[in-house]
């Protein structure tokens, strides 16, 4: 027998895991005590905490074959341009404090290759 987390009262549980007498006392525990998005249980901490440990460990078993920084082979030198979208230049020209900077930002804005026609029009007529 256990006694339900919410109800307080005994019940006869079906599974060793189970903490509540019914479905309605689940719902409702759970309902006045959420989780957060972002919270990090105990369990999660432990494992993380062991695979810090694990880390340690073989750093001093073999320091010099462990890096912690990433191998310069592995990052690629070049970066494709990523496009830059109608959020991107909106801002851009909020940003704008003079005559030149906008004239500029209207001249790549332009440019722009993937920026569709309208939202240029937009864009360029809203100043």
């Not at 006869?12 to 006045?32: G, I, L």
């Not at 003079?98 to 007529?125: C, F, G, H, S, Y």
Request: glycine share 0%.
């Amino acid at each position: 027998m256990k006694e339900c987390l919410w109800c307080k009262k005994q019940f006869q549980e079906k599974k060793d895991t189970a903490k509540y007498c019914s479905t309605s006392c689940r719902v409702m525990w759970n309902r006045k005590n959420p989780k957060k998005k972002n919270e990090v249980s105990a369990v999660q901490m432990q494992v993380l905490y062991n695979a810090i440990l694990e880390k340690v460990e073989e750093m001093k078993a073999s320091p010099q074959t462990f890096s912690i920084a990433p191998q310069m082979a592995e990052v690629p030198q070049i970066r494709q341009a990523q496009p830059k979208s109608y959020t991107y230049y909106h801002q851009a020209k909020i940003d704008c404090l003079t005559e030149e900077q906008w004239v500029a930002l209207a001249q790549e804005i332009e440019n722009d290759p993937i920026l569709p026609r309208k939202q240029k029009n937009i864009l360029l007529n809203n100043r």
